[in-house]
Each structure stands twice: as C-alpha cells, then as structure tokens.
C-alpha cells in the first residue's frame, strides 16, 4: 500500500469537508499530530480508527486504501488489491522478525566464540585485544541490525489507547523492554508504558 498516496487522499477528503487536522482529531478522539502523521504519509490508520475515520470522510475503507475514489467496476478489483497488499506486509514483517531473532542468534554466538579464544588460547598480548575489540564491535553491528530489523518488522500497540505505531529507533533503543513488549511513548494519546509488538495488523 502506498502510504503517500493514502494520506494525499485523507488530506483531500478531509479538505473538502472543509475541516481542519484538530477537527478530525476531535471526531476521532485522537491527536492532532496522528492525522498529520497520516497526512504526511507517515503511517497508517489502525483497524480500529479506519471505520470511524472513513464514516466521518465519507469514503469507503477500500478507498481509503486505494487512496482514490471508485466506481463500481474498480471497487472489487482493488479491494482484492489491497487484501493482498495486507497479506503480503504481514509476510514481510514475520520475514523480517525472523531475520531479526537469526542476526541476534548470530551474533551472540560470535561474541562469546571471539571472547572465549581471546580469554582461554595462548595469544600475543595485542591479538588478544583486538580480538576483544572484534568482539565489541561485531555485538555493536549485529545488536544494532537486529534492532533495524526488528522495528520493522510490525508494529508496536499502546496498552492505554490500542493505537499501533511504529516507533524511532532512538527511542526503541532507550526503551527497557522484555521479550514481546517495550516502554514506549504512544505517539495518539502520549501515554508511556509497555507496549505489546504486534508482528501482524
């Protein structure tokens, strides 16, 4: 789906009701900076807001996700699109968690195997410290990848307003975290708390 083209269209719809971000955001009960985010082709309406949304537009969901509208003839044709569409972002986001959790696997297993030969064979002084500092910059690059991957691959959902977003990585690198959920600050409701990562819409 294209994201530009979807909040082009959001932008336009919302225009020719003559309304105003802040005014959509009210209906909504939502931010002002969502809608703008939309608009900016930033990200995507979650499944919860796309009904209401499209409601308030007049628009239909289907073209919300075409982001134009349509006759009669294209409306099967693109609602067909845009399943697949969602079908196949689902599969590239379980693709990339997988890639994600195998970088990760990779480089622990890298790290401890350079420490180790650095701590327990008979080496020079200076190889044994090049090792170390091979050691540190292969966790730095591999730890760093999987976070790129990671963030990714779906979305995180706010446990205070169910909003899905995708976050910096600044601030999923600052966030404390377990293994499914990290504290983030939802970017609707502003809201921090641990947020559930959500592979699939």
């Known amino acids: 789906m294209d994201q530009m083209r979807i909040g082009k269209f959001i932008a336009e719809s919302r225009k020719a009701l003559g309304r105003t971000q802040r005014q959509l955001a009210v209906t909504l009960d939502i931010s002002d900076k969502t809608v703008s985010k939309w608009e900016c082709g930033k990200g995507l309406p979650e499944v919860s807001l796309m009904l209401p949304l499209c409601r308030t537009l007049g628009i239909s969901v289907n073209e919300m996700l075409?982001?134009?509208?349509?006759?009669?003839?294209?409306?099967?044709?693109?609602?067909?699109?845009?399943?697949?569409?969602?079908?196949?972002?689902?599969?590239?986001?379980?693709?990339?968690?997988?890639?994600?959790?195998?970088?990760?696997?990779?480089?622990?297993?890298?790290?401890?195997?350079?420490?180790?030969?650095?701590?327990?064979?008979?080496?020079?002084?200076?190889?044994?410290?090049?090792?170390?500092?091979?050691?540190?910059a292969t966790a730095v690059a591999g730890i760093g990848a999987a976070a790129v991957l990671e963030v990714k691959a779906g979305y995180y959902e706010c446990p205070g307003c169910g909003e899905l977003f995708v976050p910096s990585i600044g601030e999923y690198v600052k966030g404390y975290h377990t293994f499914t959920k990290r504290r983030l600050t939802c970017p609707r409701c502003g809201k921090r708390g641990m947020c559930r990562h959500r592979v699939v819409r």
């Open 66 to 136: 075409s982001g134009e509208r349509l006759d009669e003839e294209s409306y099967k044709e693109r609602a067909e699109e845009n399943m697949m569409d969602l079908i196949k972002e689902n599969a590239e986001n379980k693709k990339r968690m997988a890639l994600s959790v195998i970088c990760g696997t990779i480089t622990v297993i890298a790290v401890c195997s350079l420490i180790t030969i650095a701590s327990y064979l008979q080496l020079p002084v200076i190889v044994r410290i090049l090792l170390i500092i091979l050691a540190f």
